[in-house]
T-cell receptor, first 112, second 113 residues
Framework: KQEVTQIPAALSVPEGENLVLNCSFT??????LQWFRQDPGKGLTSLLL?????REQTSGRLNASLDKSSGRSTLYIAASQPGDSATYLC???????????FGPGTRLSVLP | EPEVTQTPSHQVTQMGQEVILRCVPI?????FYWYRQILGQKVEFLVS????????KSEIFDDQFSVERPDGSNFTLKIRSTKLEDSAMYFC???????????FGSGTRLTVV
């Protein structure tokens, strides 16, 4: 059974710090991996999608990497801002299941 | 940018009642999905739908659940007789290609009392 885990569960940093969120998946037959942002009580906002043939994707201050062989992905946030405070979810998409398997999320607080 | 629209945003229902959650996927998308997130827990896959039939479903998606695409634009999730444990946020998603380019809706919060 595919499993996606994320560490840490929660992270609190002062504004301006660079930070890394970690995601691990048990099944390397992943087709793509997506990072989402979720604000409290709200929906899922897609941040970055990495295809299995890619190693990283960048959007603004965000950079996500994917290492299938080690079963890991990281989300790097540069120069964090209070507006980045949210829960960050990673999800692996498996072709044979035709669905995403989500991690539990990392709750990020960026303090002004 | 095209959006997946879900209505209502919040629904309260009594235990045992039937509920229908509605979604309008992006117009040229062909694959449709429902996920749910119980408060404080992971987002979980319920069902995928393509070519007017269910293509995959999870063990959560039992006989109490059904999906339908009643016309060219709506995609619905019906829960026949709601239980307290059905209280969750339900997300609809759609994609043009089955394994790429998902767009999620903003969710319907279902509260069963």
């Amino acid at each position: 059974k595919q499993e996606v885990t994320q560490i840490p569960a929660a992270l609190s940093v002062p504004e301006g710090e660079n930070l890394v969120l970690n995601c691990s998946f048990t099944d390397s037959a992943i087709y793509n991996l997506q990072w989402f942002r979720q604000d409290p009580g709200k929906g899922l906002t897609s941040l970055l999608l990495i295809q299995s043939s890619q190693r990283e994707q960048t959007s603004g201050r965000l950079n996500a990497s994917l290492d299938k062989s080690s079963g890991r992905s990281t989300l790097y946030i540069a120069a964090s801002q209070p507006g980045d405070s949210a829960t960050y979810l990673c999800a692996g998409f498996y072709n044979y299941g035709q669905n995403f398997v989500f991690g539990p999320g990392t709750r990020l607080s960026v303090l002004p | 940018e095209p959006e997946v629209t879900q209505t209502p945003s919040h629904q309260v229902t009594q235990m045992g009642q039937e509920v229908i959650l509605r979604c309008v996927p992006i117009s040229n998308h062909l694959y449709f999905y429902w996920y749910r997130q119980i408060l404080g827990q992971k987002v979980e896959f319920l069902v995928s739908f393509y070519n007017n039939e269910i293509s995959e479903k999870s063990e959560i998606f039992d006989d109490q659940f059904s999906v339908e695409r009643p016309d060219g634009s709506n995609f619905t999730l019906k829960i026949r007789s709601t239980k307290l444990e059905d209280s969750a946020m339900y997300f609809c998603a759609s994609s043009r290609v089955g394994n790429y380019g998902y767009t999620f809706g903003s969710g319907t919060r279902l509260t069963v009392v």
